[in-house]
């Protein structure tokens, strides 16, 4: 299996900056991405950033200029730089890894870390 563990959030004053780290470790085979996704207090989860293994990389609008994703291979890790934060960044922020394990090498899961809470005050 694979283990998702985040790291890195925390209380910040709007227009501070967090940085967030996460790394998958387990019977991992490759990764396909890694990415960042968030979650609000009743809203739905929503993508933040996300990096392929290639270095694409994909940004919500909200974040576009302020947050920068990303990655190191060789380590199964990614990071989420986040600047100029505001209170509308409050959100529980999930990692994704999207990848194959040796077991199932055919299969591409999904696979979650169990969060870190990032609170931006006003």
């Known amino acids: 299996q694979v283990q998702v563990v985040e790291s890195g959030g925390g209380l910040v004053q709007a227009g501070g900056s967090l940085r967030l780290s996460c790394a998958a470790s387990?019977?991992?085979?490759?990764?396909?991405?890694m990415g960042w996704y968030r979650q609000a207090p009743g809203k739905q989860r929503e993508l933040v950033a996300a990096?392929?293994?290639?270095?694409?990389?994909n940004y919500a609008d909200s974040v576009k200029g302020r947050f920068t994703i990303s990655r190191d291979n060789a380590k199964n890790t990614v990071y989420l730089q986040m600047n100029s934060l505001k209170p509308e960044d409050t959100a529980v922020y999930y990692c994704?890894?999207?990848?194959?394990?040796?077991?199932?090498?055919?299969?591409?899961?999904?696979?979650w870390g169990q969060g870190t809470q990032v609170t931006v005050s006003s």
């Open positions: 990096i392929t293994s290639g270095g694409t990389t």
């Open positions: 387990g019977s991992i085979f490759s990764i396909n991405a």
């Open positions: 994704n890894v999207r990848g194959r394990t040796h077991g199932s090498r055919l299969v591409l899961n999904d696979y």
